[in-house]
Each structure stands twice: as C-alpha cells, then as structure tokens.
C-alpha cells in the first residue's frame, strides 16, 4: 500500500524530505535548550552572588537566544514544506485516481459504484493527507524527541531515567490494543459513508420524481437511517480512539509524580552529590518532552487507523486494471462502418446466472439503416455497447470494417462509433463547448449544419444568446427532447463510420423524429445508422429491422416483412396504431 501511495508524491519528494530534517534540527535545539539551562544555573548556584560574572550570563543567554531563534526557524520551514508536500500529496493523489477512472471500463464502473468513487475522491484522500502530513512530521519529531530526551534523562538524573523507559512498552501495547479494537469499524464506516452519498445523489438527481411522487418524507427518513447507522458506528470507533488521551494522561502524571518522589528522595538522602535541584527540575521538562511525545504520537497513531482503510480504498482504484485496454501494434484505421456478430454471447460479471445476450449472429452492411425493437429486458443496449467495446463479449467474436474490435486501439475505434446512448449527458458550458466534444476544431459553420441535421438549430436560435447559451450542469435548463437533439448533433460532429441512437430521440415528436431519420438518409448515406427504438415508426423506413426478445434476436427484417408475420412486432405495431376501434364500435 505504502508502494503505490509513494508514486503520488513525484515533485513532492524534496518538500517530503526537508520537512523531516527540519524537524530534526528543531528537535535537537530543544533538547539542548534544557541541558544549556541546567549548565547556566549551576554556574549561579555555585558562586557567591558578588562573584557570578555578566560576562557568563550574557554567554548563555545569548547561547540560548540563538538556539531559539534557530529552533523557531526550523520549525517554521518544516510546518511550510509539510504544508507544501501534504497538500501536494494529495493533489497527485486526486488526479492519478480521475486519471485511472478514466480508463475503467464499464464493468470497472460498475464494480466500484460512482457514489463510493466520489468519495474515495473526497473524503478518503483527505484522511490520507492529513496522515501523511503528520507522518512526515510529528510521527519524525516524536520519536527523535523521544530518544533524544531519554537519552538526556539519564545524562540529567542518572538511574531516575528508567522511569521513563518503563513506561513506553506498556504504553505501547495499550494502543496496540486500541487500534486493534477501532480497524474493524472504520471498515465498516466507510461502507456505510458510501451508502449515505449514493442516497444523497440519488435523491438530488431524481429530485423531480420525489416531488412529483411526494415523498419528501421517504427521503428524509432514508437519509436519517442511513446517517445514524453512520453516527452509531463512528461514535463506537471514537468511543474506543478516545481511550488514548486518558491512558496517555494517566501515565503523564504517574511518571511526573513518581520523577518527583524519587527525585526528591535522592536529592535529600545523597545531599546533592548524585543529582541536584537543578538537574531534578531539568529531568521533569524531558519528561513532559518524553510523555508529551508520547501523546502526539497517540494522536498520529489514531490519524492513521482512520486513514488506513482510507489508503486501502485507495490502493483499489489506483491498482485496479481496466478490464478493457488496446492491444500492441493495435489497428488504427477502420476500413468502412460493417458490423459482423459471429457467436457472440455476453453477460455483465462473470458470477451472473444467465447471459444478457445468447448466441448472436448479426451482419450489417456498411451504410445500412438497421432498427432495433424488442421489449424492455431484451438486450438491445448490450447489443449495441459492445460494437464500440464499452464492454467485450463473453463469447464470440465482433467485427468492424472486417477486423475485430479486439484489435483496435480504443480511441482509433471510438472515434468512428458514434453512441447517443438513453442517458446523455450535456455538461456546464455554452452549447458551442457542448457540441465540440465530437469535434474540438469544429468550425461555427460545421456546428450550425450539425444542429440543422438533428433538428436543434431552430430552438439554439431561439434563446437570447444563441450558440452562446450558458448549459447548466447535466442539462437542466432545456427540455428532454432538446437535449436528445444537441446530443445527437455532438455525434455527428463526429464523422462517424457508425452511428448508434439508443431510444435517442424518445422525448422529440415523431414529425421531428422523421425530419432527423430524413436527414441521415441524404446527409450521411454512406454511415451506418443502427436506431434503437420503442416506437416502431421510428424504424418503420429502416432497411432492416432486428426484433429482440430476451437476449435473442427474434427476427430480422423490413417492415412489412415482419408485419403480420413477427407475433412481437406486429403487436408492438398495433398497440401503437390503435386508431379508436373501441370508439367507432
């Protein structure tokens, strides 16, 4: 975990290091503040007031000073460089994860959830800065104060430093034994920090569908459920963390009252001659230095059982492979928009009991219309997501241009399968910086015949600012049918070989509908249109038309080839083209 964590801090690494050597230096300067303090009082106490000369107090004074100032300037530039190297950390850390989920293939996305994703992105990598932030400085600072000042216990009080020795394994073995209790809750609280953002998105996006339904209360009751399962597991794993202050407050004082028993006694059966007051009063602020040390390390030793699940969360995104990927001296060039299913069966996880697709043998000539109809459940997304491999087939093979998709390099193929899919998304930004996603160096002109293509130019028009009109993110300032259009106008500035619509254009009319399939069939013949579809006039003019059921093509054919002779379609057809039977009888 540590290894793959460690790529992220890259430019990083020379703040990384001059935090913990800054700290070292400070960490030195303030153990030898004491000991200076010490020597400067027992040149007082051993000389007759008349005799002590200005010249040794300005000596150590000005010893002093200097070390302070040293320490005080160390410690700045190391707080600085932790700051700049944390925060560094944590940036390469977000981006090296989006960069990854970019890569992932659907069934990666599916694997993860975009709620715990966000999260990961969020909550987690902020745990892990604040980990690193204290690991590269306080978990350096306290142990070297630990040491140092052990070893300046026994310089100072002599044997009294067992003491402080001790005291550490005990202490040790006690957070031990926290840690061990508190690992298995945040485990589970950050699972359930995952279900409390997937309500959350889901209860902002379908917004509309909760107030139209009025189940605000639902809602509320959902979240409140989900939070206090949260509340009721942190407030476990913080009930068993917060056992840390008192155990290290208790054995503060012990050691503090036990130092001053002992010290005292030694003090007054020796005369002196083994330690003196000034020593004693030294060896106590070592002591606060060692316990002190002590308590700053139960602070990072609890920042980091609540950051390891986090790191471990983590690790899973940026070790994650892309179940999808282009192969060596991948094809680049496809050669025309024909599609050839030999065999091919599909199904979304390797534990799923049926195949979403069985057995599917489909060719379509380049530059064919082809509809696809079938209820709801038969596969007609599947089918069509793998021609682009947004998933690959479980069985069979996949051709295009006569080459199988396998084959190519994932942007070469891509650039050439155009996918308005159920569900696309427009994203914030004018409809020109929209429109441009299928084509970046799109001209003006370009994306003005575009939108007459899919029948968007006229409503663009419409608005104040014309191509210029501000999107709000996901779309939510024009209407379903507007966003189909602009959609599939961004397709088209593609200049694909193929060109999927799925249910794409549900929300427009069917006069609109027509109009758009009009416009394909003279603007771009040479295409390969494939048009998923609930309405059968929208496929009506196809070529062909493939009839789904269950994840088997049914039949393929015209439409009047499949009228009256399909038992699916032609009830599809009928149910459409009811024209009042009921009414007239």
């Not at 902002?204 to 605000?216: A, C, L, P, T, Y």
């Not at 891509?414 to 160096?441: C, M, T």
């Not at 409503?459 to 779309?475: A, L, V």
């Amino acid at each position: 975990m540590i290894k793959v964590l460690s790529k992220s801090i890259r430019e990083y690494k020379a703040a990384s290091i001059l935090t913990p050597l800054f700290v070292s230096l400070e960490v030195i300067l303030e153990c030898l503040i004491p000991f200076v303090v010490a020597k400067l009082l027992g040149v007082i106490n051993v000389k007759e007031p008349h005799l002590i000369e200005l010249n040794d107090i300005l000596l150590f004074g000005g010893i002093l000073i200097a070390m302070s100032f040293a320490s005080l300037v160390c410690g700045a530039l190391s707080g600085a460089f932790c700051a700049k190297a944390s925060a560094g950390f944590a940036k390469n850390l977000r981006k090296d994860m989006y960069y990854k989920i970019q890569d992932f293939s659907f069934e990666n996305i599916d694997k993860f959830s975009t709620p715990s994703l966000v999260t990961r992105m969020t909550t987690d990598v902020t745990n892990v800065q604040f980990s690193y932030m204290m690991i590269i400085r306080i978990a350096v600072r306290c142990p070297l104060m630990l040491v140092f000042s052990l070893v300046m216990t026994f310089v100072m009080g002599g044997n009294l430093g067992w003491i402080f020795v001790s005291v550490i394994p005990l202490l040790t073995l006690l957070l031990l034994l926290i840690m061990k209790k508190a690992m298995p809750l945040f485990h589970r609280v950050f699972k359930k920090y995952d279900k409390l953002n997937e309500s959350i998105q889901e209860n902002v996006r379908g917004m509309r569908v909760v107030k139209s339904f009025v189940r605000e209360d639902y809602e509320k009751s959902k979240f409140d459920r989900a939070s206090t399962e949260l509340q009721v597991d942190f407030t476990k794993a913080e009930r068993i963390i917060a056992w840390s202050n008192p155990i290290m407050q208790f054995f503060f004082y012990a050691v503090l009252s036990t130092v001053l028993f002992l010290g005292s006694y030694v003090i007054l059966t020796t005369s002196g001659a083994a330690v003196n007051v000034n020593e004693v009063s030294q060896l106590i602020v070592y002591g606060m230095q060692i316990l002190m040390s002590l308590m700053m390390l139960s602070m990072v030793f609890v920042m980091i059982v609540m950051s390891v699940e986090s790191a471990r969360r983590i690790c899973e995104i940026l070790e994650e492979e892309s179940t999808i990927k282009s192969p060596e001296n991948a094809v680049t060039d496809v050669a025309d928009g024909s599609v050839d299913f030999d065999g091919v069966s599909f199904k979304y996880s390797a534990t799923a009991e049926r195949n979403a697709l069985d057995t599917v043998d489909l060719h379509i000539r380049s530059g064919e219309t082809v509809g696809i109809i079938g209820g709801t459940g038969s596969s007609k997304t599947s089918l069509v997501n793998l021609i682009s491999r947004l998933y690959d087939a479980t069985e069979g093979e996949i051709k295009v241009g006569g080459v199988n998709v396998k084959q190519y390099d994932l942007t070469a193929l891509r650039n050439q399968v155009a996918v308005v899919l159920q569900k696309n998304e427009l994203f914030s930004g004018s409809i020109k910086e929209n429109l441009r996603w299928g084509d970046p160096n799109a001209t003006d002109e370009q994306l003005v015949e575009a939108c007459k293509l899919a029948q968007a130019d006229d409503f663009i028009r419409s608005f104040p600012d014309g191509y210029d009109t501000h999107i709000e993110q996901g779309g939510t300032n024009v209407s379903g049918g507007q966003k189909q259009r602009l959609c599939i106008a961004r397709a088209l500035l593609k200049k694909p070989k193929i060109l999927i619509l799925d249910d794409s254009t549900s929300a427009v009319d069917t006069r609109t509908d027509a109009l758009i399939r009009k416009a394909f069939r003279e603007y771009i013949p040479q295409t390969t249109k494939i048009i998923i579809a609930q309405r059968t006039s929208s496929v009506e003019d196809a070529d062909r038309i493939i009839v789904m059921d269950g994840g088997k093509i049914d039949a393929v054919g015209t439409h009047k080839e499949l009228l009256g002779k399909n038992a699916i379609y032609t009830e599809v057809f009928n149910t459409q083209n009811k024209k009042g039977c009921d009414d007239e009888k």
